[in-house]
């Protein structure tokens, strides 16, 4: 996959881990323009599972969770 950062820790890496796609409910689907199923990924190094849309650009001035708590983006271990 390619590079993205993660809005959870703020790493920015391209190991991500495809998951299952993940259903939407009908309503959902018509309130918010979803598409039946969400592709689902999950960082490579904090482990949160998120959906594709959410995901930032490698370069976003976007804050992570961990940067608006004032901590420092976690680093991707290279192997």
Not at 9 to 28: D, K, N, T
Not at 35 to 59: A, H, I, Q
Request: hydrophobic share 40%.
């Amino acid at each position: 996959m390619a590079m993205a950062k993660c809005p959870t820790c703020g790493a920015v890496h391209g190991a991500w881990r495809q998951e299952e796609p993940q259903q939407v409910i009908p309503m959902l689907q018509k309130m918010l323009g979803l598409p039946p199923f969400l592709e689902r990924v999950t960082c490579g190094v904090c482990g949160s599972t998120l959906c594709t849309k959410n995901l930032l650009p490698p370069d976003s001035p976007v804050p992570s969770l961990r940067e608006q708590q004032g901590l420092a983006p976690l680093a991707p271990q290279v192997a």
